[in-house]
């Protein structure tokens, strides 16, 4: 018997997935085409723009060298903020997550509205009232004032996350500890935290960005240059070398260096903690 040939039949949405795939592609090199000519014009000596060339054919790192000489001690001074931004916005959002997903609050509902509320008031508004205060407290112009207004940037968005991924823990769970022994804090933070992890690094690190791309409370709440974290400092730098495009992307390159290593590191936590909550 001869065998009859048979024809491979059609994969059902090829041509669908190839078009939605050349889309995706088209889409990313918008997206990326920014960074990418940010980076092409800080690696090129020349301080014209139209005469940087598509690519950096002649790369140097003058750019860098002098981008990280002027502004070294902004970036000091943005990673020690908004460091202590995440510590200070984790510290208050944990406990009070915790406490409208386990206590069960009559009210818990309307704190966590009232909360999504405040996400909605302006920017300049806060920071006003916030200088008013500083003033009286002796806080502008100082690390400390910046760390404690950069935390209420996150502090929101940070209670909600955490308190939707807490709401899954299992009562269970924190029940049992509390029969072996342990009191409610040594169950939260034994407990609770260690389960929550994915959660915490995602709100930790949306508040680092946060805190890492303030402009509106660098520039109210500081009058001198004791304190300028690195969005300030670039912002300034701007002003005065407006013609030397070269040095000021190659500044606005370093300044992002910080965020997206931190990005590419905990992206895989993000991930689980966006999603960790909404499954109980």
Not at 77 to 96: K, M, N, Q, W
Not at 157 to 163: T, Y
């Amino acid at each position: 018997m001869t065998a009859v040939p048979t024809r491979a039949l059609p994969v059902p949405g090829t041509p669908r997935r190839a078009g939605s795939t050349v889309a995706a592609l088209a889409v990313l090199v918008v997206l990326l085409f920014p960074l990418y000519w940010m980076l092409n014009i800080a690696l090129q000596p020349g301080e014209s723009l139209a005469a940087t060339r598509w690519l950096p054919t002649t790369a140097g790192w003058d750019n860098f060298q002098r981008a990280l000489s002027s502004q070294g001690g902004s970036l000091a001074t943005s990673l020690v903020v908004a460091l202590g931004a995440v510590v200070v916005c984790l510290a208050l959002a944990a406990p009070a997550a915790y406490a409208l997903a386990q206590f069960g609050l009559r009210s818990g509902r309307a704190i966590v509205f009232a909360t999504l509320i405040t996400q909605m008031v302006p920017g300049i508004v806060i920071a006003n009232a916030l200088y008013s205060a500083y003033v009286e407290l002796g806080l502008v112009n100082s690390t400390l004032g910046l760390i404690l207004a950069d935390a209420s940037l996150g502090l929101p968005f940070s209670i909600v996350l955490l308190r939707a991924f807490m709401v899954s823990i299992p009562r269970e769970v924190v029940e049992a500890a509390l029969v072996d022994g342990a009191n409610r804090f040594t169950a939260f933070v034994r407990i609770v935290l260690p389960m929550s992890r994915n959660a915490l690094i995602t709100a930790g690190l949306f508040t680092f960005l946060f805190a890492w791309s303030d402009f509106m409370f660098a520039l109210t709440l500081n009058t001198t240059d004791d304190v300028k974290p690195i969005t300030l400092s670039m912002y300034e730098y701007i002003g005065a070398h407006v013609s030397d495009w070269g040095a000021v992307m190659a500044t606005a390159v370093v300044s992002a260096v910080p965020a997206a290593i931190l990005l590419v590191l905990a992206q895989k936590y993000v991930a689980a903690g966006i999603t960790g909550g909404s499954v109980k």
